[in-house]
């Protein structure tokens, strides 16, 4: 079947054919889901937050600028949404963000995960991933999974381009030293 | 390999989150009940009510120029037995309305009994459409 463009099927579903509408679910489901599991890092809320933000874009579309892409749009309803679920759940767990780790171990981190197997590599990136902040884990998610530039992050999350890149910066760099102290020090010196 | 591909290709590694199988379905059932509650309807340009209203300003203008070009002594389709009224030259303006009655006036009576017997039936059965449905 002929693939047809985000806009077509916006336009279908502006005259009045709602079906038109799953398509761009079906395309956007998975990632809009796996946005708002990394920020809100459990499995309902998660996919209450993707459904929403699909009504809220249903809803608004008609507000839909194609000066951006529909894909970017999307995400800062996805964006938005799970930090407004996250903000709403009590106790927030508040860390101190302080990143000590030098350049010298950053490399050495780097290797050491370079040397693990698939498996281990995977559990351990996981548990470094769920020890970041959930903004942290989005930006890493969007900027290298997602494969979004930093202009198109800075308009999903509302940061400036340079803020983006500090961010992302600080996140990775958090994310190597939470590894490190996931893997332990010896095991890094062993491998 | 550069710190940016390293990372991108750990982070692709790790399995890829899915929603459950039945995350489009619930999307939809959502989108269509909000559907059912508030369909998109084609609004038009002018409304009913802006026809109403441009309809009555154009029977109401047509009457009153009716009116005023009857008050006129004859002969006051030339334009040089015309009176200014506030600075308006009304023979300018009566020029083509004039004409217009006066092709009016060569419509035969059966021609104007039948278009105003079709606008009465359609006036009526509007009217009649409207009582019915409510």
């Known amino acids: 079947m002929e693939k047809k463009t985000d806009e077509y099927y916006i336009r ?31 499995r309902e809320d998660a996919e209450e937050v993707a459904q929403d933000a699909f009504i809220k874009a249903y809803n608004s579309l008609s507000s839909f600028q194609s000066s951006s892409t529909f894909k970017t749009w999307f995400f800062r309803i996805v964006y938005n949404t799970s930090i407004s679920k996250l903000r709403s759940r009590k106790n927030i767990e508040v860390k101190i963000d302080d990143i000590k780790i030098s350049d ?24 470094g991933l769920d020890r970041l902040e959930p903004d942290e884990r989005a930006l890493l998610k969007m900027y290298y999974y997602d494969d ?38 010896e095991i890094i010196s062993i491998l | ?60 203008l047509t009457s009153i120029l009716f009116m005023l070009h009857s008050s006129l002594p004859a002969g006051t389709d030339s334009i040089s037995q015309a009176n200014s009224l506030y600075g308006i030259d009304l023979a300018k303006l009566f020029a083509p309305v004039g004409a217009l009655f006066k092709k009016l006036n060569n419509i035969s009576p059966a021609v104007a009994i039948g278009a ?13 459409v409207k009582t019915v449905r409510r």
């Open chain 1, 12 to 42: 279908e579903i502006l005259k009045g054919d709602s079906g038109s509408f799953s398509q761009l679910v079906e395309k956007y489901s998975h990632l809009a889901f796996s946005l708002s599991m990394k920020i809100l890092n459990q």
């Open chain 1, 104 to 127: 010298a171990k950053i490399q050495a981190t780097e290797s050491a995960i370079g040397q693990l197997n698939t498996n281990d590599r995977q559990k351990y990136l996981q548990i």
């Open chain 1, 148 to 185: 979004f530039s930093m202009d198109e992050i800075s308009i999903i999350t509302g940061l400036t381009v340079s803020n983006v890149k500090v961010k992302i910066h600080r996140s990775r760099k958090k994310l190597l030293q939470e590894l490190r102290f996931v893997l332990k020090d």
């Open chain 2, 1 to 60: 390999m550069s710190q940016k591909d390293l990372m991108k290709e750990w982070l692709k590694e790790l399995p890829s989150e899915q929603p459950s199988p039945d995350f489009t379905v619930k999307v939809m059932q959502r989108v269509m009940s909000e559907w059912t509650l508030n369909p998109i309807k084609y609004q038009p340009i002018i409304s009913k009510k802006g026809w109403w209203t441009i309809g009555f300003i154009a029977f109401l």
């Open chain 2, 116 to 128: 105003l017997a079709i606008i009465a039936l359609w006036f009526f059965d509007q009217l009649f």
